[in-house]
């Protein structure tokens, strides 16, 4: 069965205190791996795409790594503007698109 | 400006009853997708459509029904309302297998 695994659950970092998101997935065939921002009472914001292991993606503060069997979102330097859930998801090379994972909650505290 | 709409943002009805929710983007995308989120925040997909081609997660209920009138649209008809079905819906807009994009939802309780 695909499944989509992140960790930690949640996590408070101080402002400017930098640390990584996983993403962990077992799944029948890796189409891509997508993350995800979600502010409380919205809907996921895009933030990622990665298709192979060893790609890399930038935004701003955040940067989404590929591997095998897992995906990190390092965050450096974090602001609290960077509070939110981040999600995880990947699309499956058969049945149904795509599986996302729990979500990780994070707080970045002034 | 708004690139995927949905309507109403809240929706409150009595079990039993019969409902939809309307779903619009207007980013060209050529798949159309509905999501349930539940009370533990956990999205998971209920339909994909495109091009007429329809993917329907086997866990979801036939009183759940996707209808798309055009490609731009596709709408959520619920039928016979549970208890159960309470939870936000997301629609969701992408091209083929790039990053969705997402409605701000639909709160639907059910009492």
């Known amino acids: 069965e695909d499944q989509v695994t992140q960790s930690p659950e949640a996590l408070r970092l101080q402002e400017g205190e930098s640390s990584s998101l996983n993403c962990s997935y077992t799944?029948?065939?890796?189409?891509?791996l997508f993350w995800y921002r979600q502010d409380p009472g919205k809907g996921p914001e895009f933030l990622f795409t990665l298709y192979s292991a060893g790609e890399e993606k930038e935004k701003e503060r955040l940067k989404a790594t590929l591997t095998k069997k897992e995906s990190f979102l390092h965050i450096t330097a974090p602001k609290p503007e960077d509070s939110a859930t981040y999600l995880c998801a990947v699309a499956v090379a058969y049945g149904q698109n795509f599986v996302f994972g729990p979500g990780t909650r994070l707080s970045v505290l002034p | 400006d708004t690139a995927v709409s949905q309507t109403p943002k809240y929706l409150v009805t009595q079990m039993g009853n019969d409902k939809s929710i309307k779903c619009e983007q207007n980013l060209g995308h050529d798949t159309m997708y509905w999501y349930k989120q539940d009370s533990k925040k956990f999205l998971k997909i209920m339909f994909s459509y495109n091009n007429k081609e329809l993917i329907i997660n086997e866990t979801v209920p036939n009183r759940f029904s996707p209808k798309s009138p055009d490609k731009a649209h596709l709408n959520l008809h619920i039928n016979s309302l549970e208890l159960g079905d309470s939870a936000v819906y997301f629609c969701?807009?992408?091209?083929?297998?790039?990053?969705?994009?997402f409605g701000p939802g639909t709160r639907l309780t059910v009492l």
């Open positions: 969701a807009s992408s091209h083929a297998e790039y990053g969705q994009f």
């Open positions: 799944v029948s065939g890796l189409r891509g």
